[in-house]
C-alpha cells in the first residue's frame, strides 16, 4: 500500500478524535442546555470514544480494514445517530440542533471512501 493511502486512514483517525472532541464541546459548553438526557448524552460520548478507538486500530492495518468491519462502523454510527430523539427536548430538535453525533458520523463515510 502507498505511503499516502497510509497518510489518508491516519488523516481519517485524525478526523474522528477531532469531530469526538468537537461533539463533546457541543455537548457539554455550547449545547448543555438542550439536552433532555445530559447523562445519556455524555454515555453517548463515552460509547463514541470507545468506537472511534476501536475502528482507529482496526483501520491502523491493512487486512483489517474488511468488509466487516466497515459495515459495523456504519450500523454502530447510524444507532448514535438514531440516539439523539431520546437526547435532546423536541424544540432543539425541530430547530436544527446539531445532535451529539454532530461530524462524528462523517467517520464511516470517510472510511468507505478510503
Given amino acids: 500500500m502507498s505511503r499516502s493511502a497510509e497518510a489518508l486512514w491516519r488523516a481519517i483517525a485524525v478526523f474522528r478524535f477531532a469531530s469526538l472532541g468537537y461533539a463533546a464541546l457541543l455537548l457539554g459548553v455550547i449545547n448543555s442546555d438542550r439536552y433532555s438526557r445530559p447523562g445519556w448524552a455524555w454515555a453517548?460520548?463515552?460509547?463514541?470514544?470507545?468506537?472511534?478507538?476501536i475502528t482507529t486500530f482496526g483501520y491502523a492495518h491493512r487486512r483489517r480494514r474488511t468488509p466487516w468491519l466497515l459495515t459495523a462502523d456504519l450500523i454502530v454510527t447510524l444507532g448514535f445517530l438514531l440516539s439523539n430523539a431520546a437526547l435532546q427536548f423536541p424544540p432543539a430538535q425541530h430547530i436544527g440542533l446539531e445532535p451529539v453525533t454532530a461530524t462524528w458520523v462523517a467517520?464511516?463515510?470517510?472510511?468507505?471512501?478510503?
Fill in 44 to 53: 453517548a460520548i463515552a460509547a463514541m470514544t470507545a468506537w472511534t478507538v
Fill in 107 to 114: 467517520g464511516p463515510v470517510l472510511a468507505w471512501n478510503g
